[in-house]
């Protein structure tokens, strides 16, 4: 078989250097040999000497001249007693040096080459490298840091953030079960978020087996709920709907999500087929939900704002009260929304805007709906809730404002709302 120039070469080279270790000290001849016994006591004899040398200098008994020649005297008589205890190096001792040097010339390289393709794995420098299995997070340290984490959230169970990138590192390690319920301990701890819920529901998913029935479906409808548009809860949810067989539901969230996609993205062929498939019209021409409310300029009136039957739409007007025009900022978020005030508090339709643009005059129709089961038109009563959003989150949050109509029926125009109280 044929093994790759690389490793032989580096195998060389390797090689190369281990001989290098081993055989160079035996060529080298030696300088000198380690000092004998006598060399040592000699080194004894010249410390105490100069000790005594000095000790005489110091109480006075001599003067620094007489010092310093008796210390030159010692250094010379020390250093010739040195050159007589050192011996030549002996020539009859290379002789072994040389035959060792040979010996391991000779035997290494051929050990080595017998040992490598008796004990390893010659085959390993042939295999495919698309063989491999697919990548993971298997490293050490990750998932010691990991395990730390979760160790610390023992012991700091209110950390909401921590929650989250533990669940979020659970499911890069693969850990699914262990992420979903980090997620869970997330949104009891942290402001409700649309991605939160999105990403809890794709997790539950994974570890029903790619199903969306029960607590998965829970978690998109709050999703949803939160944001309208968030992308990953309205692919999802489409999914979902798919499963449980409800096709008008999956094309409404579909189209949703095809109207955020950019141009060119590939996805829009794959969203377009699976419309197809629901028997959809085609999704280039298929009317966008969210689009219909921001397309009306506030000027015009709120009966023209909408094409759709009267029984499918809410219109009016929302004003900010003056009083509270100190309590707001231009970019702060302002939530329009039409809801039964008898049934769940799922928003039957929405609109999202900024506080720039209040006073607004708006159309909430069927197209808004989370979803075709929950409308305006199959409502009773309906009733307009505006709140203005300091964090821009759709759950309410003390500090925010808010303002709601009375109560009117499907198709109402002319609703009124004024946002003129602090939530608490």
């Known amino acids: 078989m044929a093994l790759s120039p690389l490793f032989w070469l580096i195998a060389f080279a390797l090689l190369a250097a281990t ?15 380690p000092a004998p016994a006598d060399q040592s006591a000699a080194i004894a004899v010249f410390r105490d000497h100069k000790r005594q040398i000095e000790a005489d200098f110091t109480a006075g008994s001599i003067t620094t001249a007489e010092r310093d020649t008796a210390l030159e ?148 409808d709050r999703a949803l709920a939160l944001d309208p548009a968030n992308p990953k809860a309205l692919a999802l949810g489409g999914a979902a709907a798919v499963e449980r067989n409800d096709p008008a539901t999956a094309t409404v969230l579909w189209t949703r999500f095809r109207s955020q996609l950019p141009p060119d993205s590939p996805q829009i062929a794959q969203v377009d087929a699976a419309l197809a498939r629901l028997g959809a019209q085609p999704a280039a021409t298929a009317p966008v939900p969210s689009v219909p409310a921001k397309a009306a300029p506030p000027s ?50 929405a609109l999202k805007i900024a506080v720039s643009e209040l006073p607004k005059s708006f159309a909430l129709t069927d197209a808004m709906a989370m979803s075709p089961a929950a409308t305006i038109s199959k409502a009773q009563k309906i009733v307009v809730e505006a ?37 608490r």
């Not at 001989?19 to 040999?33: I, K």
């Open 19 to 33: 001989m290098a270790v081993l055989v160079v000290p035996l060529l080298r001849r030696s300088s000198g040999v």
């Open 73 to 220: 005297d010692l250094t010379a008589r020390f250093g010739h007693e040195l050159a007589q205890q050192t011996p030549e190096p002996s020539a009859s001792g290379d002789r072994p040096r040389l035959i060792a040097a040979f010996v391991l010339v000779a035997c290494v390289p051929v050990v080595a080459g017998v040992l490598y393709f008796a004990l390893g794995n010659p085959v390993a420098m042939t295999a495919t490298p698309a063989a491999s299995a697919e990548p993971s997070i298997t490293d050490p340290q990750i998932i010691a840091m990991v395990d730390g984490l979760a160790k610390r959230l023992q012991d700091k169970p209110d950390d909401g953030e921590g929650w989250l990138m533990l669940a979020r590192s659970y499911r890069a390690l693969g850990r699914l079960d262990a992420s979903a319920l980090a997620y869970a301990q997330a949104a009891k701890r942290l402001p409700a978020n649309a991605d939160v819920y999105a990403d809890w529901a794709e997790t539950v998913v994974q570890t029903q087996g790619r199903s969306f029935a029960g607590q998965p479906t829970e978690l998109l």
């Open 300 to 349: 015009v009136p709120a009966k023209a704002a909408t094409t759709s039957a009267a029984g499918e739409t809410v219109a009016g007007r929302v004003e900010l009260d003056p009083k509270l025009a100190g309590h707001v900022a231009a970019g702060d978020t302002v939530f329009i929304f039409a809801r039964d005030p008898d049934g769940p508090k799922m928003p039957l339709a």
């Open 387 to 423: 709140r203005v959003s300091k964090s821009g989150n759709v759950t309410p949050q003390p500090g925010d404002l808010a303002g709601s109509s009375a109560v009117v029926a499907p198709g109402a125009a002319n609703v009124r709302v004024t946002i003129d109280r602090v939530i």
